[in-house]
Antibody
Framework: QVQLQQSGAELVKPGTSVKLSCKAS????????MNWIKQTTGQGLEWIGI????????SYNVKFKGKATLTVDKSSSTAFMQLSSLTPEDSAVYYC???????????WGQGVMVTVSS | DVQMTQSPYNLAASPGESVSINCKAS??????LAWYQQKPGKANKLLIY???TLQSGIPSRFSGSGSGTDFTLTIRSLEPEDFGLYYC?????????FGAGTKLELK
């Protein structure tokens, strides 16, 4: 069955960066798009961006351009999201979610909590 | 961006009852509306897409309807495992956007 296994919770300091991972299994990694989604109590669910694992092509929500960078490692079927210049407003649960159709999220990771605090 | 407005925010029901959750888009999204279920400790689950198409493996007690700007998720004969959070999401245009969620609680 399809599984997206995300890395563990992060506690990071303001101004630093963090790189989250999402290891896919149960399907051909390059056949599905991989999305990243942010969830906070205040803003709800927000789509960050999408990467095509086959080509490496990316598209970002304007709101997250410059904040998030999406990459993949095809050899390990793993997607990554790096968040830079972290502020407390970046504290959230971040999900990876794969889909066969753009803008649709067939499968989700379990989510990873990122806390930005000094 | 397309704004998605869900109602009600909270919903209390008993097993065996039927419930409906509404979702309104700020502009027409044709049929391109999806519904997700979120439960603690479990991966979010896609229930319905294209407004009314049931995702594979989802029980038939879940159904979706609507087009344009107004959509409804109906759950018939609630089962204990159906209690949780439900989100709508438009998949008509970028960026995809979500409703604020509806918490379905046990009465």
């Amino acid at each position: 069955q399809v599984q997206l296994q995300q890395s563990g919770a992060e506690l990071v300091k303001p101004g630093t960066s963090v790189k989250l991972s999402c290891k896919a299994s149960g399907y051909t990694f390059t056949s599905n798009h991989m999305n990243w989604i942010k969830q906070t109590t205040g803003q709800g669910l927000e789509w960050i961006g999408i990467i095509n694992p086959g080509s490496g092509g990316t598209s970002y929500n304007v709101k997250f351009k410059g904040k998030a960078t999406l990459t993949v490692d095809k050899s390990s079927s793993t997607a990554f999201m790096q968040l830079s210049s972290l502020t407390p407003e970046d504290s959230a649960v971040y999900y990876c979610a794969s889909g066969t159709t753009v803008a649709l999220f067939d499968y989700w990771g379990q989510g990873v909590m990122v806390t930005v605090s000094s | 961006d397309v704004q998605m407005t869900q109602s009600p925010y909270n919903l209390a029901a008993s097993p065996g009852e039927s419930v409906s959750i509404n979702c309104k888009a700020s502009k027409s999204i044709s049929k391109y509306l999806a519904w997700y279920q979120q439960k603690p400790g479990k991966a979010n689950k896609l229930l319905i897409y294209d407004g009314s198409t049931l995702q594979s493996g989802i029980p038939s007690r879940f159904s979706g309807s609507g087009s344009g700007t107004d959509f409804t998720l109906t759950i018939r004969s609630l089962e204990p495992e159906d209690f949780g959070l439900y989100y709508c999401q438009q998949h008509n245009e970028y960026p995809p956007t979500f409703g604020a969620g509806t918490k379905l609680e046990l009465k």
